[in-house]
């Protein structure tokens, strides 16, 4: 028969391991804002992507440098989750960047357009009224 022995600090368990460690504190908000940060570029001319990546990196900023300087106090997985973050958060501040930069785009061609499509006596007659106003 085997003795039951105490186990020493070495010799744990990896779940007693890890449950002795705490969590980052906005490790899951920065997770669950980087993931909500790419659909919702495609909100409000990108702009719901670009605010939901910002404050993502913005909170993540915090966690990353507590992690730093005292790893043993955090759970590593937490900050697995931080860096998962921070890559979407990245990823959606990218997509909602372009997404306005194409809006914005859309919107001046729009407005580009009937000076395009003008007769050249109109353009002159509009060149002449912004010249007034100067």
Excluded: H, W
């Excluded at 900023?61 to 992690?67: E, F």
């Amino acid at each position: 028969m085997e003795e039951n022995t105490p186990q020493s600090n070495s010799e744990k368990p990896l779940d007693q391991e890890f449950s002795s460690k705490r969590p980052l504190p906005n490790a899951t908000a920065t997770l669950i804002l980087g993931i909500a940060s790419i659909p919702l570029c495609c909100c409000v001319n990108g702009l719901a992507g670009i605010v939901a990546a910002i404050v993502a990196l913005a909170i993540s900023a915090k966690d990353k440098k507590k992690y730093f300087e005292n790893p043993e106090a955090y759970d590593r997985g937490s900050y697995k989750n931080l860096n998962a973050g921070r890559v979407c958060a990245i990823i959606g501040l990218i997509m909602g960047g372009l997404v306005l930069i194409s809006a914005l785009i859309a919107i001046s061609m729009g407005l580009m357009s009937d000076f395009f499509t003008a007769d050249p006596q109109e353009i002159e007659e509009i060149m002449k009224r912004f010249e007034e106003l100067e």
